[in-house]
C-alpha cells in the first residue's frame, strides 16, 4: 500500500467526490473503491451519547457568551477541587 500525499489524496477525493470509480491513466483503466469504512463518526459518537452532546452545546453556549478560561485557570480550579 502506498501513503498519498497532501494533493494526492484531495485529487483522490474530489474524484470519488464527483461519483466517478473509474480513472484512466497511460491507456489503462483504475477502478477506485474504498475498502475499509471508518468505524464510527464523531458525529455518531456525540448522537450516541447524550451526555457528551449536552457537555459540547453548554461548551458553545459558554464560548458564545464570553465564558472562557486559560489553561493556568483550569489547572487552578482543578487544584482547588472545583474540577
Do not use: F, H, W
Amino acid at each position: 500500500m502506498r501513503k498519498l500525499n497532501e494533493y494526492e489524496a484531495e485529487l483522490i477525493k474530489s474524484i470519488v467526490c464527483d461519483g466517478e470509480s473509474v480513472v484512466e491513466m497511460d491507456g489503462k483503466k483504475y477502478y477506485l473503491t474504498l475498502v475499509e469504512e471508518p468505524e464510527t463518526t464523531v458525529q455518531e459518537d456525540v448522537d450516541a451519547d447524550s451526555e457528551l452532546k449536552q457537555k459540547l452545546l453548554q461548551a458553545k453556549k459558554d464560548i458564545l457568551d464570553g465564558k472562557v478560561y486559560s489553561t493556568d485557570d483550569v489547572l487552578e480550579k482543578i487544584d482547588q477541587g472545583e474540577l
